[in-house]
């Protein structure tokens, strides 16, 4: 069985086949499906060793539809980079790396989470991100009528539009009715209704 190392990137991936026969053949492609298909598809069953990271997992699926072995394997365990050489250039020296440590055996298998926590845990990252924004908005709002001498009143990020309308605002100084702060977005209302320890635990986190 052939052992193959891939340093996987955002745009482009290093990798290093050590063939049965001991040859080592690499190849530097673009971090793509139809890219990954030309260049592994047509092989034999390989054993395939990757670094758990953001593109991982969807590059480890692609890998197992093509019929290889695949292995994420934890970027902190020091042991599978014992065989790393500084004279090799970095990318083709870590491919060459993870493929040595494949053939060893020299590394520690990462946790691969399941469809519906990868599903739960993207809801949750962009609800995080659309309260964040909420709250800065909410924040520019207050200090900028702080500078007209309007004080907002406090209470709860849902009820600042009102609060705000009932200022005797000058000029042309109203919340424009679709500014981000005044859309009340679908991930607002399922936080509400569930909250992100009640969905995180529905998962198991």
């Given at each position: 069985m052939e052992h193959i190392g891939i340093d996987v990137h955002k745009v482009e991936s290093q990798i290093c086949i050590l063939t049965e026969d001991g040859e080592i053949v690499e190849r530097r492609i673009r971090t793509q499906r139809e890219r990954f298909g030309t260049v592994l598809g047509e092989r034999a069953p390989a054993r395939i060793l990757i670094e758990?990271?953001?593109?991982?997992?969807?590059?480890?699926?692609?890998?197992?539809?093509?019929?290889?072995?695949?292995?994420?394997?934890?970027?902190?365990?020091?042991?599978?980079?014992?065989t790393r050489s500084r004279k090799v250039k970095a990318d083709r020296r870590d491919a060459r790396t993870l493929a040595e440590a494949c053939r060893l055996g020299a590394y520690r298998p990462a946790h691969r989470t399941s469809d519906r926590q990868r599903h739960v845990r993207a809801q949750l990252a962009v609800r995080e991100a659309l309260v964040q924004t909420r709250s800065r908005?909410?924040?520019?709002?207050?200090?900028v009528l702080r500078r007209e001498g309007l004080r907002v009143?406090?209470?709860?990020?849902?009820?600042?539009?009102?609060?705000?309308?009932?200022?005797?605002?000058?000029?042309?100084?109203?919340?424009?009715?679709?500014?981000?702060?005044?859309?009340?977005?679908?991930?607002?209302?399922?936080?509400?209704a569930n909250g992100p320890r009640n969905v995180s635990r529905r998962v198991g986190f």
């Open positions: 758990a990271s953001t593109e991982s997992e969807w590059v480890a699926r692609c890998l197992e539809e093509l019929g290889h072995e695949v292995v994420v394997a934890d970027p902190n365990f020091a042991a599978m980079y014992a908005y909410i924040s520019l709002v207050g200090a009143a406090t209470g709860n990020a849902e009820g600042f539009v009102k609060r705000v309308e009932r200022l005797a605002l000058p000029g042309q100084s109203r919340v424009p009715p679709n500014s981000p702060y005044a859309r009340r977005s679908a991930y607002d209302r399922e936080g509400r």
